[in-house]
């Protein structure tokens, strides 16, 4: 069985209108995750129980774009699993593919994680 996890946020930015560019949503894009703990969030539900997630971020230049308004970003993150019983005190670097959705209409921020197989 596979799940996914999907988050919305609102769009943290200026008046958007239905001329809207490539350009334009990497803006509201990037000012929209500066702004929220969203990434955070939906990575959290996907690595749930496996140690502390720490220093989530964007990687530089992962943005890619499907249509105007849609497509895949690059995220990186450690998790850190300590355990006093097990001598355990580890940190890993992961990264995850998220797509995102841009919806104009509404002015949500769209975004779903990869799948995860239980």
Do not use: W
């Amino acid at each position: 069985m596979t799940i996914t996890h999907t988050e919305e946020t609102k769009l943290l930015a200026g008046p958007l209108n239905t001329d809207f560019s490539t350009a334009l949503a990497m803006e509201v894009l990037m000012a929209t995750l500066a702004g929220s703990k969203v990434m955070y969030t939906l990575i959290l539900h996907y690595e749930y129980g496996k140690g502390n997630l720490q220093n989530v971020n964007l990687i530089e230049d992962s943005v890619k774009f499907a249509t105007d308004s849609s497509g895949t970003i690059g995220v990186g993150y450690d998790i850190n699993e300590f355990s006093v019983c097990a001598a355990l005190d580890f940190t890993g670097e992961y990264r995850m593919t998220v797509k995102f959705k841009i919806d104009i209409d509404n002015k949500l921020l769209t975004l779903t994680g990869e799948e995860r197989y239980e």
